[in-house]
């Protein structure tokens, strides 16, 4: 038998893993081996450690690094890609692939155990399953989109190992990386005409069809798919929510939305001003400037270092950041995002499919200037993030979310930062993630469609100012055992495993976890359901916090770019 691999040498890599896997059990001296039709054969292996050290529940077979589509290198880089070539011989999926190129230093890939190199060569997957089931008994299989702003992050950053031991029946994890930042997400009216936009979703979708044709091969069964994702991956769950599958291909049966979904943020169209002076200030910066014409433009961007065009999207994503008005973000009216997301909610032109939808107490603390000290100050910055606001709904602001200099003001603590700080922080998480989820849930129960809506209320280590800040339930989606508050985490990965093994979240929850109870609400004047996870427990309350507010910003989505 023969072993090829990448031009790129793994020797190192491989025994650089090994040596970190140190407090597992030795790997099996035959790794497995699965032939996938019309592809290829890969070689995976057994892990009993979870990719920050902590020992498995039980072990479990991983195959990395399967690329799922073309490589997005030379004339296919800022371009859609399609299928992969068929693999010669039997390729070694035992060491991780490369992840996509993106700004450095992310926290969250610096915890994983094992070395891994950034590559533009980095459209692969993960596939997590336990060791030693049969690949003839057809598993539930999660599809897990990372977050990262759409900047940065890679499969990786989800422990799939962690997840298949945690869950009390078998089921399939599915990881991979999509193309961020820059190379992902550049927009203008000259590439949308191209479809040469939304690159990293139209990766997502690449990978769906490529597990919807080819995880039978590792065990998985294609007719019971959760997709699901955490921040910028449930927002890319909701695009792909709201995209009617193409060819009748039933591409997924479920939804996981973790603090995100289609309306959780702005997403103007190519054509916006914002856009298209980013677009413009990126080309000045990579010397592309003044190309006639899409052709142009692109054999100029491919000629360019990819090192020059990380390093002036880095610059450029951190000149942006506490504005809130990122560059390199998904556009509406284009590809995969054909008009804005709230007008297909309206249209009711969507997958109707069961779902989860969950937020966190503090979605806004860590997008939120703490600097800003006059009402003036905090209006500036949030009419800067929303163009479309006018003076009408500055009075609305300023009602809801009172200064905390006016009587009765529920912002007079602002736990140690300038004044503006917690008010802004909840006007930000409520007009993005909040809303977005309690839309998610209103839209889905009025259509009779089978929603739970989850109130995240757990700490994971984070400075007290930002409180339970967006990010918090990462780790707890996958128990990780290094987790602050590890019951929470337990309940939570029974919840999430229930929900992909047999469609909603019951039936294999935690010992003394709460029955959640399904949204109930009809539409979007009355109170649904939804369960509150503490460290002290969980249990199921009214969906009723800042109601107004969250009311005032569903309503208005064409001015928020919704």
């Known amino acids: 038998m023969t072993t ?16 970190s896997l140190s407090l597992a059990a030795p790997l099996p001296s035959d790794p497995l081996t699965v032939n996938v039709p019309s592809y290829g054969s890969f070689v995976g292996t057994t892990l009993n450690t979870t990719s920050s050290g902590y020992p498995l529940a039980k072990p479990v077979d991983v195959w990395y690094g399967i690329d799922y589509a073309a490589q997005p290198v030379g004339d296919l880089r800022f371009a859609a890609v399609g299928w992969p070539s068929p693999v010669n011989g039997t390729r070694d999926a035992t060491s991780y692939g490369p992840v996509c190129i993106q700004e450095p ?82 927009a ?25 044709k080819h995880i039978s091969a590792f065990g998985g069964d294609p007719a019971r798919v959760t997709l699901g994702g955490k921040s910028a991956g449930a927002h890319s769950v909701g695009f792909h929510y709201q995209n009617p599958f193409a060819g009748g291909e039933e591409l997924f049966q479920r939804a996981i939305f973790q603090s995100g979904g289609p309306t ?67 556009v509406s009216g284009a590809v995969v995002i054909p008009r804005l997301p709230s007008e297909t909610w309206e249209s009711g032109s969507w997958n109707h499919v069961p779902a989860l939808v969950s937020w966190i107490t503090d979605e806004g603390s860590s997008f939120t200037p703490t600097n800003l000290t006059t009402d003036d100050e905090a209006w500036a910055w949030l009419s800067n993030l929303y163009p479309g606001l006018d003076a009408t709904d500055r009075e609305t602001f300023s009602r809801l979310y009172p200064a905390p200099e006016e009587p009765g003001s529920p912002y007079v603590d602002s736990r140690g930062q300038a004044a503006q700080f917690i008010r802004l922080s909840d006007a930000y998480g409520d007009s993005t993630y909040i809303s977005a989820a309690q839309e998610i849930a209103a839209r889905l129960a009025a259509a009779d469609v089978p929603v739970w809506k989850m109130h995240w209320n757990t700490n994971n280590s ?52 709460a029955e959640w109870k399904e949204y109930t609400e009809a539409g979007s004047g009355g109170l649904g359901w939804q369960v509150k996870v503490s460290p002290n427990g969980t249990w199921n309350e009214v969906d009723n916090i800042r109601r107004e507010a969250m009311e005032y910003w569903r309503s208005i989505p064409v001015k928020l770019d919704h």
């Open 4 to 19: 090829s691999k990448r031009s790129r040498p793994r020797a190192n890599i491989l025994v650089s893993l090994l040596a």
């Open 105 to 186: 230093g992310n926290s969250n890939l610096a915890n994983i155990k094992g070395p891994f190199e950034y590559g533009e060569d980095c459209l692969n997957m993960n596939v997590y399953r336990p060791a030693g089931v049969d690949p003839e008994k057809k598993l539930p299989v999660l599809i897990w989109i990372h977050g990262g702003l759409f900047r940065n992050g890679a499969g990786l950053i989800f422990d799939g190992a962690s997840f298949v031991a945690s869950s009390s029946e078998p089921v399939i994890v599915v990881t991979f990386n999509y193309r961020l930042a820059a190379l992902g997400f550049l």
């Open 188 to 212: 203008s009216p000259l590439l949308a005409d191209l479809d040469q936009v939304n690159l990293g979703l139209q990766d997502q979708h690449q990978l769906l069809r490529f597990v919807h």
């Open 264 to 330: 959780g943020r702005s997403f103007p169209s190519p054509s916006h001003p914002l856009t298209i002076r980013q677009y413009e200030q990126y080309l000045e910066r990579v010397g592309c400037k003044g190309q006639e014409g899409a052709d142009a433009v692109l054999k100029c961007l491919r000629q360019v270092d990819v090192k020059l065009l990380e390093s002036t999207a880095t610059s450029m994503l951190s000149e942006y950041y506490w504005a809130a008005t990122h560059p390199f973000q998904p």
């Open 462 to 513: 984070v400075a007290a100012y930002l409180g339970i800040s967006h990010g918090t339930d990462v780790k707890y989606a996958w128990a990780e055992p290094g987790a602050q508050y590890p019951a929470a985490g337990t309940a939570l990965n029974a919840y999430y495993a229930s929900f992909v093994v047999g469609g909603e979240p019951n039936a294999l929850r935690a010992e003394g976890a």
